[in-house]
């Protein structure tokens, strides 16, 4: 994702690499790949057993909480968007059809109604089939 941003730098999709702020993209982009993405696959393993898909389901919920907490002072992860908020809108849509329980997540309510409102996720989702 960052060297993707980094082929347009004038949209901003990443800090400037060297600076702290790409090491806080970095850091963000590495826990929602290992401590949210990775806790989905699971759930998505049709043999799963029922007994250990509250595990899995506890795991996420606990890690969105965090997420929840760090987007009360912002709309964005780092405030500004950057891929860091695409890859975070892409696992957290996953919680919609695992119908796991987020009604007291509200920060990352707003943010998910946030990142469905920009014309270019809508875009991808038309261009995916995907609803929005």
Do not use: C
Not at 18 to 40: A, N, P
Not at 68 to 79: I, K
């Amino acid at each position: 994702m960052q060297w993707i941003a980094d082929q347009v730098p004038e949209k901003r999709l990443a800090p400037p690499a060297g600076t702290i702020e790409r090491y806080r993209l970095q850091e963000w982009l590495t826990f929602i790949g290992t401590e949210i993405h990775k806790q989905f696959s699971p759930l998505f393993n049709p043999a799963l057993p029922e007994e250990a898909k509250p595990l899995f389901q506890q795991k996420i919920l606990d890690r969105l909480a965090y997420v929840d907490r760090h987007l009360a002072a912002r709309d964005y992860v780092l405030g500004d968007f950057t891929v860091a908020d695409g890859y975070l809108y892409t696992v957290a849509r996953w919680i919609a059809p695992l119908k796991l329980d987020i009604s007291g997540l509200a920060n990352l309510d707003a943010f998910m109604a946030l990142m469905s409102s920009r014309p270019a996720v809508q875009q991808a989702l038309k261009a995916e089939s995907l609803p929005g």
